[in-house]
């Protein structure tokens, strides 16, 4: 009940292209669904986050599109640059102060030139 | 910009010994986490404080792991005796407590151990 499934595990891309990223959780009372960004050695950085009552969100070349029934959600990257070439972790919470954030596994992603 | 604050960022220890990790959270934010992160995978959640209050500590291995926060500002997380299977990155993170964006967490950079 308490998982959040990523896929892929990795992912290589064209410079130019779309990269996307999938997950799905279990909970249903989740309501907050951050995507965080992480490169080598350093702490994941939140990139964007939605909350149910809207089924997309962009910000820039970042689009999230959420799915309540199929309790799915997906990050979707336009116009990849080989800088987003990094780790990005879905995760999943009730969207209230002080609840600790269940990650997924994680994506690599890589943006070739 | 304010940033969550870890130190070490590297700590290289031997197995039994004790080692100790320290975070500054973002000025204001009430409420800090502690996360494990081993290789691979995504972070983990250690222990929760609400200012000073420990609010979830199930994950915390409470034999050997202990995690303070005395004033509710900075906070400590301890092993001891680190094992070789505690080899992983230890994540600071901090949020407001209420406002619109409730459960926004900022991470610090965190500490690499690695036990030999």
């Known amino acids: 009940q308490q998982q959040v499934k990523q896929s892929p595990q990795s992912l290589i891309v064209q410079k130019g292209g779309i990269s996307i990223i999938n997950c799905a959780y279990e909970n249903t009372a989740f309501d907050y669904f951050p995507w965080y960004q992480q490169f080598p050695g350093k702490g994941p950085a939140l990139l964007i986050a939605?909350?149910?009552?809207?089924s997309e969100k962009k910000e820039g070349r970042f689009t999230i599109s959420f799915n309540k029934s199929a309790k799915q959600f997906s990050l979707h990257i336009m116009d990849s640059q080989p800088g987003d070439s990094a780790t990005y972790f879905c995760a999943a919470s009730i969207d209230q102060a002080g609840t600790a954030l269940i990650f997924g596994k994680g994506t690599t992603l890589s943006v070739s030139s | 910009e304010a940033e969550v604050a870890q130190s070490p960022r590297y700590k290289i220890t031997e197995k039994s010994q004790a080692v100790a990790f320290w975070c500054d959270p973002i000025s204001g934010h009430a409420t800090l986490y502690w996360y494990r992160q081993i290789l691979g995978q995504g972070p983990e959640l250690l222990v929760q404080?609400?200012?000073?209050?420990?609010?979830?500590d199930s994950q915390l291995p409470k034999d050997r792991f202990s995690a303070e926060r005395l004033k509710g500002v900075d906070s400590t997380l301890k092993i001891q005796p680190a094992e070789l299977g505690d080899s992983a990155m230890y994540l600071c993170?901090?949020?407001?407590?209420?406002?619109?964006?409730?459960?926004?967490?900022?991470f610090g950079p965190g500490t690499r151990l690695t036990v030999l």
């Open positions: 404080f609400q200012d000073e209050s420990v609010v979830d």
């Open positions: 939605i909350r149910p009552d809207v």
């Open positions: 993170a901090s949020s407001l407590w209420g406002g619109q964006s409730v459960n926004e967490q900022f």
